[in-house]
T-cell receptor, first 112, second 113 residues
C-alpha cells in the first residue's frame, strides 16, 4: 500500500541557511501534519493543513512556514536555520480530520 | 508538563511471552488513543487505536485496553516475536479540540530469543 513520502530523507545545511522539506500524503488523504522530533525526544506537533488551509498550529517557530498545495502535497519552509533546528521532521497524513495519522519516514535535518 | 507518560523507558520480554506496555495520561479531554511502533531511521508506524467510548480493541496479536477512570491504557502483544523489538509510542488526541497528537516518550521493547 502507498505510504507517506518525504523528501529529502537527509539534509545538511549551514546556520542561517534555508531549507525546504516536502511531503506527499497517502493518495486520497486530504490532511497533512508536520512534527519535529529532537534527539531523545518525542515528536512535537508543528502545524497541520486540511483541504489546503491551515487547520491547526503548534510549537512552530516564526522562522518556519508551510503550505499545502492543490495536489495535497505539503512543503515546510525553514529559514535562518539554527543549530537547534537539527532534528527529524515527520510528515503524517489522514483521510479526514480528525482521523488516524499515518507517518512518513522522516527527513533528518542537520544544521552545522 | 508531559500529558502522556510512559514510565518504563525499556522492557525486555522472552519470545513467545506476552509484552505489556503501559501508558498514563493526565488530560481528561483526550478521546482518542493510539499506539505507534518505531524502528530506527523510520517514521512511526500506526499499530492500533482506541476511542474513549471503548475499553478494549483487538487486532491480531495486538490488544489495547483503556481504563478511563484511571487514565491508563496498555498495549498487549501476544505472542511476542523478534520483529516486535522497537520503540513503542503511546499517543493521545482531543479530537474535538485540535489536530495534534500528543506523544509519550516511548518504551523500547526488546524481545529476547
Amino acid at each position: 500500500a502507498a505510504g507517506v513520502i518525504q523528501s529529502p530523507r537527509h539534509l545538511i545545511k549551514e546556520k542561517r541557511e534555508t531549507a525546504t522539506l516536502k511531503c506527499y500524503p497517502i493518495p486520497r488523504h486530504d490532511t497533512v501534519y508536520w512534527y519535529q522530533q529532537g534527539p531523545g525526544q518525542d515528536p512535537q506537533f508543528l502545524i497541520s493543513f486540511y483541504e489546503k488551509m491551515q487547520s491547526d498550529k503548534g510549537s512552530i517557530p516564526d522562522r518556519f512556514s508551510a503550505q499545502q498545495f492543490s495536489d495535497y502535497h505539503s512543503e515546510l519552509n525553514m529559514s535562518s536555520l539554527e543549530l537547534g533546528d537539527s532534528a527529524l521532521y515527520f510528515c503524517a497524513s489522514s483521510l479526514d480530520r480528525p482521523d488516524t495519522q499515518y507517518f512518513g519516514p522522516g527527513t533528518r535535518l542537520t544544521v552545522l | 508538563d508531559q500529558q502522556v507518560k510512559q514510565n518504563s523507558p525499556s522492557l525486555s520480554v522472552q519470545e513467545g511471552r506476552i509484552s505489556i506496555l503501559n501508558c498514563d495520561y493526565t488530560n481528561s479531554m483526550f478521546d482518542y488513543f493510539l499506539w505507534y511502533k518505531k524502528y530506527p531511521a523510520e517514521g512511526p508506524t500506526f499499530l492500533i487505536s482506541i476511542s474513549s467510548i471503548k475499553d478494549k480493541n483487538e487486532d491480531g496479536r495486538f490488544t489495547v485496553f483503556l481504563n478511563k477512570s484511571a487514565k491508563h491504557l496498555s498495549l498487549h502483544i501476544v505472542p511476542s516475536q523478534p520483529g516486535d523489538s522497537a520503540v513503542y509510542f503511546c499517543a493521545a488526541s482531543d479530537q474535538g479540540r485540535d489536530d495534534k497528537i500528543i506523544f509519550g516518550k516511548g518504551t523500547r521493547l526488546h524481545i529476547l530469543p
